[in-house]
């Protein structure tokens, strides 16, 4: 069911994509496209069109026309709930970022994220030793969309500091909002009072036994909001606990909710990701050398793309239409390898040829498209889930 996981499709991603679907044999649309474009491929012709002789505006320039219709055609085959990752490093994030709002809309953006992938920094050079770059993230279409920004691997155990006598973990959350945005008067419904006996612990929504009036307030004293209705109060007091506390102004009694560290619970992603928690360009080379030797320069680590894939439900239909060395292919077999997930992948690459000496030559890869597959034919001997190559015939 499911397979296979992975597609490789040889060819100029913008002649191959208008017509994905027929040479892949599924019409469906994409739910997540991730890809890391060539950072300045526009060099060749920039040039040419350099009329006042101002090379760099050119070559910007040269580089936006390169992507526009390639964006253009990822947004034509990104299904309506779905969303895109472009990685891109400070020469053109200005300029994607503004090529990207012009073809998706700005209201579609939900990130831009900072990756830290080279944490010792480019010491070649003069100035900063640069140990950033970007991945921007765009949906189709932001209302419908089903990107879920949150990881269960960012989830932190020692945020859960105690333990219930069944053994569960968990941490003491203020049951009043500690937002100062809302108070009573911006959320009457959320102002009452309820009863609590910081002895026993026990929190109702009406007085019993030796139980104290609590209302929500603010450090300073002034009137707060409770984060629950009277009605979810009553149906879960179980998650609640009366606590005598030492405040500012003195000791009180309050009420916490018991927030709990369950199974499959997520946290928030940040907008900067570490190179430990994705992997750096260093591990990425490891990785691929592990497989197929060092024969490509820049791969991206699968660790970045296993958490781009973990925002999105684990049957995504996934394309990299800059494939290069595979590397979004090979995270996806990890990672249905991993959760049982159905993920399915598409990968395009060129045959751009490799440069005569490299590497790559010299293990007998004449071009970027022969290492992607190479690649992925030892992902699927090794991890599975099987690879699909079907030809793009020339156009006409
Ligand atoms: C920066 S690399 C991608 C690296 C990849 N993320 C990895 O981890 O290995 C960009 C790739 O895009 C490919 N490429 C450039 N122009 C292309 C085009 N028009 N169609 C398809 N692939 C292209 C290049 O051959 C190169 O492999």
Redesign the pocket.
């Known amino acids: 069911m499911g397979e296979p996981w992975n597609t490789f499709v040889e060819?100029?991603?913008?002649?191959?994509l208008p017509r994905l679907g027929e040479i892949t044999g599924d019409g469906s649309a994409y739910d997540l496209v991730y890809?890391?474009?060539?950072?300045n491929?526009g060099n060749d012709f920039a040039y040419r069109d350099d009329i006042r002789g101002d090379a760099t505006t050119s070559r910007h320039q040269a580089w936006v026309a390169?992507m526009r219709p390639?964006l253009h055609a990822a947004r034509d085959v990104l299904a309506e709930t779905g969303a895109i990752f472009v990685?891109i490093d400070d020469n053109e994030v200005t300029h994607l970022r503004l090529l990207m709002d012009e073809v998706f809309g700005e209201r579609q953006l939900l990130a831009q994220v900072v990756v830290g992938l080279n944490p010792k920094g480019r010491q070649l050079g003069r100035g900063f030793a640069t140990s950033h770059e970007y991945l921007l993230v765009y949906a189709r279409d932001a209302r419908r969309c089903v990107l879920d920004a949150s990881s269960a691997d960012t989830v932190d155990e020692r945020d859960f500091p105690l333990t219930a006598p069944d053994g569960r973990r968990y941490r003491h959350l203020p049951l009043r909002n500690t937002n100062k945005k809302f108070n009573p008067a911006t959320a009457r419904t959320l102002y009452f009072p309820v009863w609590g006996d910081p002895g026993t612990g026990e929190v109702r929504t009406a007085p019993f036994g030796d139980a104290v009036e609590v209302m929500p307030v603010f450090g300073d004293g002034r009137p707060a909001v409770w984060r629950w209705s009277r009605p979810l109060i009553d149906e879960r007091p179980g998650d609640l606990v009366c606590r005598r506390i030492k405040g500012v102004r003195g000791d009180r009694v309050d009420v916490f909710q018991r927030d709990w560290l369950h199974p499959g619970r997520r946290k928030k992603l940040p907008t900067i990701w570490l190179a430990e928690e994705v992997g750096s360009t260093d591990t990425?080379v490891a990785e691929?050398k592990e497989v197929l030797g060092h024969v490509?320069e820049?791969?991206?680590p699968t660790g970045l793309?296993r958490r781009i894939l973990g925002t999105m439900p684990d049957d995504a239909r996934v394309l990299?239409?800059?494939?290069?060395?595979?590397?979004?292919g090979h995270a996806v077999a990890l990672q249905n390898a991993a959760d049982g997930g159905s993920r399915r992948c598409t990968s395009?690459?060129?045959a751009?040829p490799t440069r005569p000496g490299s590497n790559a030559a010299l293990a007998g890869y004449a071009t970027?498209?022969d290492?992607?597959r190479a690649r992925l034919r030892a992902v699927a001997a090794t991890v599975g889930g099987g690879l699909d190559e079907p030809v793009a015939e020339p156009v006409g």
Do not use: C, H, Q
């Open positions: 060819g100029d991603n913008l002649d191959v890809i890391d474009p060539p950072y491929t390169m390639r990685s990425a691929l490509f820049s791969p991206k793309v990299d239409f800059f494939a290069g060395s595979g590397t979004t395009i690459n060129s751009e970027v498209a290492i992607t």
